[in-house]
C-alpha cells in the first residue's frame, strides 16, 4: 500500500482499507470512467460543462514545443510567451535594471489578490523559502479588511515597491478597492505619473485593466480555461518567480508537469492521485466521516491546508450530479490543518480520543530547508508517532491500574495516509500541489460533479452589494425587504459606527 510516483512515497497502509475494498473503488474508477476523463481534460475539451469551458491548467506547465490544444489551438506558445515575459521582468528587477520611478531598485513586492490570485503565490512564496533571494520580499494582501493592507503596507518605501495587481476577472470587489487604496498610498507619495512604474496586472481582462488605469504594456495575461485555484503556475505566479528567478520557477512547472504525466499514465493502483481520491471516496462514503485534515510537518508548508482548502473545497464542495440531480452521497469533506509539531499541542487530542474520526494526510520530509538539519530528526519522529499513535492506539491491558485508566485509552484504528519526499524542492513543491489537483479532479468525475465551476460563492457576493446599497440610507428608510436578523445587526452596526465616527 505504498506508491512511489516521481519524488512523492505516499503510503496508505495506516488507512482503513483492505485488498477488496481496494478492488471494488478501482472498478468504481473504471465505471466512471475515470482515465478517459481525465484524457478528455488533457484534450482540452470543455469539460466545465456547466460554463462551457476547456480546463486547461495542465498547459501552462507543458514543456517548450509539447502541444496542448484547447479548441483545436495549440496554447502552448502563447503560454510560453507570457512566462518569458514573466522571466523578462524577474530577472531585471532582481538584478536591478528595472527600477521604481526615482531610479531605486525593487526591494518589495506586494501581490493584491484574493482565492486563488492570493492563496496559490503566498503558499509557494513561503514554501520556496530556502530559493529566494534576500534583497527581495514579497506581501500578500488579500482582504477587504482595511487593517490587510495598512498593515502590509507599513515600513514600506513606496519608490522600492512594485504593487501586482492580480485578479482572473479584474472585477473582484475585494481585489479592486485595495488596489485602489494602494494606488492612491503610492500617488501620494510618488505623485501619479509614479504609478506607471509600480503597478502591474496580471489577468484575463484586459478591458477592465485599462480601465482601471494599468497600462496593458505591463499587463500579464492568461486565460479563461485556468480556474483561479489551478492558476499558481499562470501569471499569478509572477510574485514568487521574481523571489525566487525563473530557473527555480520553470523546476516547479517541471514537478507539475511530471505529476501531470503521472497521472495521465500510470495504471490503476499504481496512480498516485487516483488512489488518494479513492482512499478520500472510502472514507467519505464507507466511514462517514465529514472533515479530513492536512498536517505538513514542515513549517515552510503551512499555508499548504489553506491552499488546499480552497482547491479541494470549492472544486468539490457541490451536491448537483452532472444531470442536474442531487447526489445521493457525502462529497466533499471540510479540509482544514495546520503544521506539525504545532497542532499536536493543539487540535491533536481530538483525532486521538475525540468522537469524530478524522482521516488525515500527514507530510514529510528526510531533510530540513533550513541550512540546520538539526531539528528535523525530531520533527520526523514526531510524524511517525502520532500516525502509529492514531493507527495503533493502547489499550487499556497495557495501562497501569488506576481511576485515570479509561481516560487513557487510545482506540486506534484511525486513519491516515502519509506523503513523504526527500526535500522540499521547487520540483517536489510542484509535484505535491499536481498530486492533490489531480485527485481532486479525480473525486469529481467519481461523484459526477462539476469540479470546475464555483457557482456557491455567488450569492454571497449578490448579497453583500444589495445590503451595502441598504447601507447608504439606511436611517431614512423602513427596508422590509430584509430579514429581522439581518435588520436588527445593520442597525446595530449603523448606531455603532457613528460613535466610532464621532
Ligand atoms: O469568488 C471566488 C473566486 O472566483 C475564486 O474562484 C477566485 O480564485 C477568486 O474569486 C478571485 O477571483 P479573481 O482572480 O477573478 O479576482
Not at 481585489?175 to 502591474?200: C, D
Not at 493502547?394 to 491500574?401: A, Q
Not at 460563492?457 to 428608510?477: P, Y
Not at 423602513?478 to 439581518?486: I, R, Y
Amino acid at each position: 500500500m505504498t506508491i512511489q510516483a516521481g519524488d512523492l512515497r505516499i503510503d496508505y497502509s495506516k488507512q482503513l482499507i483492505d485488498e477488496i475494498a481496494i478492488a471494488r473503488l478501482l472498478d468504481l474508477a473504471s465505471a466512471r470512467k475515470a482515465t478517459s476523463a481525465f484524457a478528455r481534460m488533457a484534450n482540452g475539451e470543455p469539460i466545465n460543462f456547466t460554463e462551457g469551458r476547456a480546463v486547461g491548467h495542465m498547459a501552462l506547465r507543458t514543456p517548450r514545443g509539447e502541444k496542448f490544444l484547447i479548441d483545436g489551438v495549440d496554447v502552448v506558445p502563447a503560454v510560453w510567451l507570457v512566462l518569458d515575459q514573466m522571466a523578462n521582468l524577474a530577472r531585471a528587477i532582481r538584478i536591478g535594471e528595472f527600477v521604481g520611478s526615482t531610479g531605486r531598485k525593487i526591494r518589495n513586492v506586494v501581490n493584491i489578490g484574493i482565492g486563488g490570485s492570493d492563496l496559490g503565490p503566498a503558499m509557494v512564496y513561503e514554501a520556496l523559502r530556502g530559493s529566494r533571494s534576500p534583497d527581495i520580499t514579497c506581501r500578500f494582501v488579500s482582504n477587504v479588511d482595511p487593517a490587510d493592507l495598512e498593515a502590509n503596507l507599513a515600513g514600506l518605501d513606496p519608490a522600492e515597491t512594485l504593487f501586482i495587481v492580480a485578479s482572473k476577472t479584474f472585477t473582484t470587489v475585494e481585489t479592486l478597492a485595495n488596489a485602489r487604496a494602494a494606488r492612491e498610498w503610492l500617488a501620494k507619495q510618488l505623485g501619479e505619473s509614479a504609478v506607471e512604474k509600480h503597478f502591474v496586472a496580471l489577468s484575463t481582462n484586459t478591458q477592465a485593466v485599462r480601465e482601471f488605469g494599468i497600462d496593458t504594456k505591463n499587463m500579464f495575461e492568461f486565460w479563461d480555461w485556468v480556474g483561479g485555484r489551478f492558476s499558481v503556475p499562470s501569471a499569478i505566479g509572477l510574485s514568487v518567480m521574481i523571489a525566487v528567478g525563473p530557473e527555480v520557477f520553470f523546476e516547479f512547472l517541471g514537478g507539475m508537469h511530471s505529476m501531470d504525466t503521472h497521472a495521465a499514465q500510470a495504471k490503476g493502483r499504481a496512480n498516485a492521485p487516483l488512489m488518494l481520491a479513492l482512499i478520500n471516496i472510502w472514507n467519505t462514503a464507507a466511514l462517514q466521516t465529514s472533515s479530513r485534515a492536512i498536517i505538513p510537518y514542515s513549517f515552510d508548508l503551512r499555508r499548504f491546508p489553506a491552499y488546499l482548502q480552497q482547491l479541494i473545497m470549492e472544486s468539490n464542495g457541490k451536491s448537483v450530479r452532472s444531470d442536474g440531480t442531487r447526489v445521493p452521497y457525502a462529497t466533499s469533506p471540510v479540509i482544514w490543518g495546520e503544521p506539525g509539531t504545532n497542532g499536536q499541542h493543539a487540535f491533536m487530542q481530538l483525532l486521538h480520543q475525540g468522537t469524530n474520526v478524522v482521516p488525515i494526510d500527514f507530510i514529510g520530509f528526510a531533510r530540513s530547508s533550513a541550512t540546520d538539519e538539526a531539528r528535523n530528526e525530531l520533527l520526523f519522529t514526531n510524524l511517525l508517532a502520532q500516525s502509529r499513535a492514531l493507527a495503533f492506539g493502547r489499550s487499556i491491558d497495557e495501562l497501569p491500574d488506576s481511576s485515570a485508566r479509561p481516560h487513557r485509552v487510545f482506540e486506534g484504528n484511525r486513519p491516515s495516509t502519509t506523503i513523504v519526499a526527500p526535500e522540499l524542492s521547487a520540483g517536489v513543491l510542484g509535484q505535491l500541489i499536481a498530486l492533490y489537483e489531480h485527485s481532486t479532479f479525480f473525486e469529481g468525475v467519481i461523484w459526477d460533479i462539476n469540479s470546475f465551476d464555483q457557482w456557491g460563492v455567488e450569492l454571497g457576493k449578490e448579497l453583500a452589494l444589495s445590503i451595502g446599497l441598504t447601507l447608504a440610507d439606511f436611517s431614512t428608510n423602513d427596508h422590509p425587504e430584509l430579514d429581522s436578523s439581518t435588520h436588527t445587526l445593520l442597525s446595530w452596526f449603523t448606531e455603532h459606527r457613528q460613535n466610532n465616527n464621532q
